[in-house]
């Protein structure tokens, strides 16, 4: 079933608090639509360059994008964007949570090599409200 942007922005929202990422990030995010970014693990302003991709996906895809990180690996400096789909029935299967670890639906956009950016599931860790891919 197609959910609505208010239902993938509360669901956001619950992954965000499952996620402990700082309250007043959450806000911003509430009030001004602009997922969480985090910069090699350390909170920061959005790029416009990232945004734009942002914006690109959930236009092209119909889901929400609440966080995004970026790590460099060893194939390119890529873009995290963790996102909830906009089938609610994917929800439950999208985010899945152990201990401090956390598996969610993620769309990877390689920077260095376009034409390796995937949609997939990532593990991304969580602390002192600051997120990171592991894998």
Known sequence: MLASFEERKFRAVTIMEKMKIDKKVILHFIKNNIPAFFDHSRLSRMPGDVLNIVKDF???????????????????????????????????????????????YAYVYNKTFPYNSDVGRVSICSFYGNLRRMD
């Open 58 to 104: 959930e236009r092209d895809y119909g889901s929400t994008v609440y966080a995004v990180t970026t790590e460099h690996f060893s194939f390119g400096l890529c873009h995290t964007l963790l996102y909830v789909s906009k089938y609610s029935e994917d929800w439950e299967k999208e985010f899945v949570e152990h201990i401090n670890v956390f598996f969610a």
